[in-house]
């Protein structure tokens, strides 16, 4: 199929971008986005232009990194899916599409689609993780009980890949899913509970200091999240952190 | 927000039922409009909360917009929020203002006026005014229309914030919630059509 792609190019941090139009011929139904995309920076560099700069890595839609908004959506018109998981077969001969990247203040363009979604990695180091003792005393995880209710909930949340689509698709660029799915992952487990309203509270007060939007509700995130992640997370968060906001000192 | 939600949904209720006494009994309404005008309670407690609260709620909506729209100073150019999200959830804002346009003109037009007659005019207690004041103002047409139009934004506020606001207090459980919503969606429909429905019955019988 010939497609025309309107790309959001950008040469670094400062400058200011613009959308500009590419024509690609003859991809194939069963490509990968990713891999149509791969065939037009062939394109451009046979052409003695600049390839067009996207994140990717494992390309089997779990590690988070590819974004991109595609046509209006995070990750494409299909549902529960990463980019490199959506294929051409979703678009039709003739098409324009247009690419965008993440848009947020607190995800800032590094060059034409990439973004630096290191906002998440500091609302991690904020509270992301439970302290236990390394000393060579460490008691197994397997063996504490824990409710299969619960083991479930905590390993539904535990899916997030960050790749920051509730973000991207948020109409307030809120990150109120990807913090609440990390917050309840471990609020979940005996062993997050002993940090609980610490860790609320931090992560949300990170959150907020990285410039992400509130939550009012729209439910996109949780639409266009790949991994399925359930609102379910938000208001147990938002439980968190009104019990941990009446206690905390 | 939420809260100041729950309490506003709470004060809507009260309203709609006494401004639905005043279609089925004149009497009874004319009683409890007098006893609402008059009681020491409501007018200088009840009423002063109200006005927080309603202040609060539309100054945190703003506030809220206005940090919401600086989280994504660069816009997309092709935005499709209808994929994944209803139209009443993204435009609060613009449903909460037309609601604020009301309340100003239903403050002006009714409240002020109440105001004046009572507490500067200092008119005699008058418990049989009520029910034709109501009957007088529902006879132009003009405000009956503003009414219908408001009650339509009000409802659309309510299909969205209803469910919003227990979400956001963390109230949700799969046992409970598609209970609350589906309780929500007809409270936004009912409650509006409601005070639609007394305002057209006034319009439609003050002027035989």
Known sequence: MDLTLKIWRQKNAQAKGKMETYPVKDISEDMSFLEMLDVLNEQLINDGKEPVAFDHDCREGICGMCSLYINGQAHGPDREITTCQLHMRSFKNGDTIVIEPWRAAAF???????????????????????????????????????????????????????????????????????????????ALLPQGKVEAHERVMNMVHQMDEEGFGNCTNTGACEVECPKGISLENIARMNREYLSASLVSE | MALSALFLIVFLLQHFIINLMSVISEDAFNSTSHFMGTNGLIQFVMQPILMFGILFHFIMGFILESKNRSARPEKYAMYKGSANSSWMSRNMIWSGLFILGFLAFHLWDFWLPEMNYKYIEGNPADPKRYFGEVQHMFANPIRVIVYCLSFVFLALHLLHGFQSAFQSIGARHPKYTPAIKAFGKWYAILIPAGFIFIAVFHFLNGNH
């Open chain 1, 108 to 186: 800032p363009v590094i060059k034409d689609l990439v973004t630096d979604r290191s906002a998440f990695d500091r609302i991690m180091n904020a509270g992301g993780f439970v302290s236990v003792n390394t000393s060579g005393n460490t008691i197994d995880a397997n063996s504490i009980p824990i409710p299969k209710h619960d083991a479930d909930k905590a390993f539904d949340a535990a899916t997030c890949i960050g790749c920051g689509a509730c973000v991207a698709s948020c109409k307030n660029a809120s990150a109120m899913l990807f913090t609440s799915a990390k917050v309840s992952q471990l």
